[in-house]
């Protein structure tokens, strides 16, 4: 057995080993790199479920402790620490700067999420996305979409940080994603550095006027991700396995043909019962 161990040592130095040796290296970081991208995944939705559970149901706040005014300045923004705050804030609505955001998927259908910027009190302005309506039958016209209630208007809803720019060659007012920072260039409004998602809203009577449709409550499902994080780490040893494997293989075999190893002996066969019975 010793002797194996050395051959194998030795034979796994050589340049041909090395080179396979070299290609399960590769391949050992990729699936490291793998892993950790999924792992990144399945913690970035755990964060999430954490604060739906935590700030989703949660007692409303006023806008200005969770979205300060300091942040209504290009750069400004909230973290995702903040992101699923419940808030109210009083304004009125400025539909003459309403932006359309397209490809938004909701019940596996696709259409716009309708967002209209809030005039607060002290000036700010905070974008409100009313909710959802679908793609119309051509493309070049949008749909027809509810407009906001003029005058003061109490608006509750959840905090939710801007996404990145994306398909910035859009129409005006059509976006390609919910980008603050170019809404509050095209607008000439100090939006303040997150939007918020409506949950209710009321006019100065008490009423609740027509919106689009609400947009769906947040996923808090983890995903496949831990699991394809796991795969990807244990699978990373494969390719040092299967090198080790063939190296071994081909040692044995030319110590068993050079006389150096005697190869095991078979098993002997089991015989069953009704075998001896017919002998």
Known sequence: MLRVGRAVVMRWLTPRWLGATAVALAFFVLCQFLGQWQWGRYEDKLANRERVESFYSAPVRPLSQVVPATTAHPGGAVGKDQEWRHVQMRGEYVPGARFMVRNRPQDRSYGYEVLVPLRLEDGTAVMVDRGWVANGERADVLPSVPAPPSGPVSVSGWVRPGEPAFNENTPAGQLGSIDVERMRRESGLPLRGAYVVLEREQDGSGVSPARPDPLLPPQTGLGPHFAYALQWWVGSLAGFVIVFVYVRREVRDELIL?????????????????????A
């Open 258 to 278: 050079s006389g150096h190893l005697t190869p095991k002996a078979p098993k002997p066969k089991k015989t069953r019962i009704w075998d001896e019975e017919d």
